[in-house]
């Protein structure tokens, strides 16, 4: 079974501070792995996927993952936070291959972003 | 934009009733998938379709069901509505023909509200 946990339910970072959403995963073979943001009164827009060409992955707004297997973890980060930040980022975890499976949401981190 | 359109976007209905929510996916895309996103549960997984045929089943109610037509549009169906079904709906794509990590896309949502 897969399931995904975002360790933290809120974050609250200065604009111009670096930002980090941490999200361990467990799966028993080589998951997919995404990262989706909600803005308020918006649909989920998709900021990154793993792919496994790299364990470093770019993805929209400036926004970064690293994929590590030993640790199963696949944290979010950005270097300087901006106030348009602020939404929902969703850790996503699905079975690989065929793409017909479902995808399995963390609870979700809400970050906040003060001036 | 997702290229993924929902309609209608807000529903407020009673308790007891039924009501049809539809979902559009991407040009090209055969999968659609449904979520409910509540505050209780979070983003959970109801049902997939592939090419008109229902794929898989997650935590969906027998008061609820879905068909994909021909033309690859789909409709969610709740019925004897419960105050306890208030939420967002939503729907995603994907094309497992162009992707194996099964990222998907998705619509705005339609907020259901039951009084």
């Known amino acids: 079974a897969q399931s995904v946990t975002q360790l933290d339910s809120h974050v609250s970072v200065s604009e111009g501070t670096p930002v980090l959403l941490r999200c361990n995963y467990s799966?028993?073979?080589?998951?997919?792995l995404f990262w989706y943001v909600q803005h308020p009164n918006k649909g989920l827009q998709l900021l990154l996927k793993y792919t496994s060409a790299a364990t470093l992955v770019k993805g929209i707004n400036g926004f970064e993952a690293e994929f590590k297997k030993s640790e199963t973890s696949f944290h979010l980060t950005k270097p300087s936070a901006h106030m348009s930040d602020a939404a929902e980022y969703f850790c996503v975890v699905s079975p690989r291959g065929g793409g017909y499976n479902k995808l399995i949401f963390g609870a979700g981190t809400r970050l906040a972003v003060h001036p | 934009d997702s290229g993924v359109t929902q309609t209608p976007k807000h529903l407020i209905t009673a308790t007891g009733q039924r009501v049809t929510l539809r979902c559009s996916p991407r040009s090209g895309d055969l999968s659609v998938y449904w979520y409910q996103q509540s505050l209780d549960q979070g983003l959970q997984f109801l049902i997939q379709?592939?090419?008109?045929?229902?794929?898989a089943k997650g935590n969906i109610l027998e008061r609820f069901s879905a068909q994909q037509f021909p033309d690859l549009h789909s409709e969610l169906n709740l019925s004897s509505l419960e105050l306890g079904d208030s939420a967002l709906y939503f729907c995603a794509s994907s094309d497992p023909g162009r992707t194996i990590y099964n990222e998907q896309f998705f619509g705005p949502g339609t907020r259901l509200t039951v009084l």
């Open positions: 379709y592939y090419n008109g045929e229902e794929r």
């Open positions: 799966s028993s073979y080589s998951p997919s």
